[in-house]
């Protein structure tokens, strides 16, 4: 009994003593030091043809004391690819995340990007809107071009004979020996 008392003990009181301390190693510096700015947080496309320029810029500056650095950058979808400064940004100085919409899907959208960094203020959330119109006479004719070519690519694919197996495998051939005795 007095075991378990004694452990109970240790449990409550001196284990979470351990967990308490603070490892400075692992401490990041003050994130204070540290501070995102974008020129603007939202991009509005307006209306874009259909397979159209996707493509737009978010312009930021570090207004920090340290230099910055950009741990990730998320899209709320795969039609949405960014790409972003891996180096750090030092302080004063700009930066630019590109993100590139994918204008092959018809209708209005609006997609989120979220920038994480070692700033005080991340994560940052970043938006893209537009309308993709509809494809024209010609790009509806190459897209059904297009479809049947791969129909036809798959049929074909699925219709080639089987490759040719041998005879016997190993352990049937093995299974037809005559037994030892």
Same mark, same amino acid.
């Given at each position: 009994?007095?075991?378990?008392?004694?452990?109970?003990?240790?449990?409550?009181?001196?284990?979470?003593?351990?967990?308490?301390?603070?490892?400075?190693?692992?401490?990041?510096?003050?994130?204070?030091?540290?501070?995102?700015?974008?020129?603007?947080?939202?991009?509005?496309?307006?209306?874009?043809?259909?397979?159209?320029?996707?493509?737009?810029?978010?312009?930021?500056?570090?207004?920090?004391?340290?230099?910055?650095?950009?741990? +990730?950058?998320?899209?709320?979808?795969?039609?949405?690819?960014? *790409?972003?400064?891996?180096?750090? #940004? &030092? $302080?004063? !100085?700009?930066?630019?995340?590109?993100?590139?919409?994918?204008?092959?899907?018809?209708?209005?959208?609006?997609?989120?990007?979220?920038?994480?960094?070692?700033?005080?203020?991340?994560?940052?959330?970043?938006?893209?809107?537009?309308?993709?119109?509809?494809?024209?006479?010609?790009?509806?004719?190459?897209?059904?071009?297009?479809?049947?070519?791969?129909?036809?690519? +798959?049929?074909?694919?699925?219709?080639?004979?089987?490759?040719? *197996?041998?005879?016997?495998?190993? #352990? &049937? $051939?093995? !299974?037809?020996?005559?037994?030892?005795?």
């Amino acid at each position: 009994m007095k075991k378990i008392a004694i452990l109970i003990w240790v449990s409550l009181f001196i284990v979470p003593l351990g967990y308490s301390q603070v490892n400075q190693e692992e401490t990041p510096a003050s994130s204070d030091a540290v501070e995102i700015t974008f020129e603007k947080t939202i991009h509005d496309f307006g209306k874009i043809p259909y397979r159209g320029n996707g493509e737009c810029e978010f312009v930021f500056k570090n207004t920090g004391k340290d230099p910055l650095v950009l741990t +990730n950058v998320k899209t709320s979808c795969g039609c949405t690819v960014p *790409t972003w400064p891996r180096e750090p #940004i &030092e $302080k004063k !100085k700009d930066g630019t995340i590109k993100i590139k919409y994918d204008t092959k899907r018809q209708g209005a959208f609006t997609k989120t990007i979220t920038v994480f960094s070692n700033a005080s203020n991340s994560p940052v959330q970043l938006t893209i809107r537009g309308d993709v119109e509809k494809p024209s006479a010609e790009e509806m004719e190459e897209l059904r071009i297009e479809r049947e070519r791969r129909a036809a690519q +798959n049929k074909q694919k699925f219709n080639q004979p089987e490759p040719k *197996t041998p005879e016997k495998s190993v #352990i &049937e $051939k093995e !299974k037809s020996l005559p037994e030892q005795k």
